[in-house]
């Protein structure tokens, strides 16, 4: 067994004998409850069943008089009805009618006449334990007269019929309880139990080897908290799979990305090299091209060195100092290259004079992928409908501290696949074959500034985009300084 593998516990030593050892001692329980007022019960029975022989046989006795019973008649009434002595109080009158050899003791006296619930059970289990070779003294009424009839017995017949009575109680409370728990363990033991196992060897196998997919539990279509709670175990055992599968791929892409990057600062630099002797040629032509050709090299040097491979290498912190937002978004349009054979209208309605507090370069980026993205989605809608209205802006305000940026397009709209993973690397792309970097990189992007983006809802068709940026806190002593030098 491996060392992270957990024994499962036997058949009995587990849940399954503590659901058995529980139900046996719950029935047992019970079983003792009911022991307890019955023995008491009994006993009162057996007293009274004593009284109403002796009773019929005083009543007899009593019509004799004023005769005295012989010896012999007395005797053979005494043994008759298992008594010692006879005695009948009535109107008033006590009149011993049979006696044989009195105890020289009498241990206990009964008075059946007012006997108490507590007071039946204790001389109830007195008698069980402690009885035995001893004279009680018992009386009560005769029917529903008021004469009483006293009698002086042996308790060992009452003693012994106690005993087989809670013999016979115990033996029938053990086969009715095994039965019972029997019962019970096997119906809990195939709902409850054999559930859990179930799903403990499937957590188990799932844990050495969380990749394969037939490791994912498959759970049974029950409406009870097991079936809820397999239905979340799969649920968690596939999302763990899919987000194992997208580690893998992030590390597939960095290593990917990793081997590019080398051979691609190479070419770059050559470029560079190629691109300062054609900034020396005098032509009014590359006089033109050539600044946003070189602008365009010293971008892709600059993100080759970074490393831009989302998930692998953390971007770097914002180098942040005021644009001029209005410039920044018409380099963005020089770098959509928008076709003359897609016919998109790009609206520009970002103010001159509005600037960012933004590092110019990771800004380029998010409107950049922002503006890229509607433009596809614009290009893919024009060869899907000739007469689509393909419209593109981007529009910007300052709220105080807070530049707010709109980027706002007439095209298809966001799926709603995409919504559901809008910011997710490799689940919220867009368009065929998209892996969603660009919105992921943008969100990482604007969270580096302390900003905000989101999905806008708009009435007509297309998609918005809002960012929100705001300025940097500026220190106590610098705003002071400020002041002093305008003053």
């Not at 032509?285 to 989302?310: E, H, M, N």
């Amino acid at each position: 067994m491996s060392a992270g593998k957990v024994a499962v516990p036997g058949f009995l030593s587990g849940l399954s004998g503590r659901i058995l050892a529980l139900t046996v001692a719950i029935i047992m329980f019970a079983e003792v409850v009911f022991f307890v007022p019955s023995l008491a019960s009994m006993r009162l029975r057996w007293l009274d069943d004593r009284l109403s022989t002796a009773a019929a046989a005083a009543t007899v006795i009593d019509g004799l008089q004023p005769q005295v019973l012989p010896r012999a008649l007395q005797d053979d009434t005494l043994m008759a009805t298992g008594t010692k002595a006879i005695v009948l109080r009535k109107d008033g009158t006590s009149q011993l009618l049979a006696i044989a050899d009195m105890p020289p003791e009498i241990s206990n006296t009964y008075d059946l006449t007012d006997v108490g619930p507590v007071e039946a059970v204790v001389d109830a289990f007195d008698e069980l334990l402690f009885g035995g070779g001893r004279a009680i003294r018992v009386f009560g009424y005769i029917g529903d007269s008021d004469a009483i009839i006293e009698l002086v017995i042996s308790d060992d017949e009452l003693h012994q019929a106690l005993w087989g009575y809670a013999r016979n109680i115990f033996l029938l409370s053990i086969l009715l309880s095994t039965f019972t728990a029997m019962l019970i363990f096997f119906r809990l033991n195939s709902m409850l139990v054999r559930p859990l196992r179930r799903q403990i060897a499937n957590m188990q196998a799932f844990s050495e080897k969380p990749d394969l997919p037939e490791n994912v539990f498959h759970p049974a279509a029950t409406t009870d908290e097991l079936g809820i709670a397999g239905r979340h175990l799969a649920t968690m055992q596939a999302e763990l799979q899919r987000t194992l599968r997208q580690q893998k791929r992030l590390a597939e892409l960095g290593l990917a990305v990793s081997k590019i990057n080398h051979d691609m600062r190479n070419i770059l630099a050559s470029a560079q090299l190629m691109s300062d002797r054609i900034a020396g040629i005098d032509d009014p032509v590359v006089g033109r091209v050539a600044p946003k050709l070189l602008r365009a090299i010293d971008r892709a040097a600059a993100y080759s060195r970074s490393v831009l491979s989302y998930g692998q290498v953390s971007e770097a912190e914002p180098k942040r100092q005021m644009v001029s937002l209005c410039e920044l978004i018409n380099d963005v349009h020089d770098y959509l290259d928008l076709s003359a054979d897609v016919p998109i209208e790009w609206i520009n309605r970002v103010p001159e004079d509005l600037r960012v507090d933004a590092d110019p370069e990771q800004f380029f980026r998010v409107v950049f992928n922002l503006c890229r993205n509607s433009v596809q989605a614009l290009t893919q809608q024009a060869g899907e409908r000739r007469d689509s209205l393909n419209c593109l802006i981007v529009s910007a305000q300052r709220h105080g501290s807070v530049v707010s940026l709109s980027v706002d397009d007439t095209g298809p709209g966001m799926p709603q696949k995409a919504r559901e993973n809008l910011f997710a690397a490799f689940r919220g792309g867009v368009r065929s074959g998209g892996t969603g970097l660009g919105l992921a990189i943008a969100r990482e992007l604007v969270l580096a500034h302390g900003g905000t983006i989101a999905l806008v809802e708009k009435a007509g068709q297309g998609t918005l985009f809002r960012i929100e940026v705001p300025d940097r806190p500026v220190a106590f002593e610098s705003w002071r300084g400020e002041t002093k030098t305008g003053a």
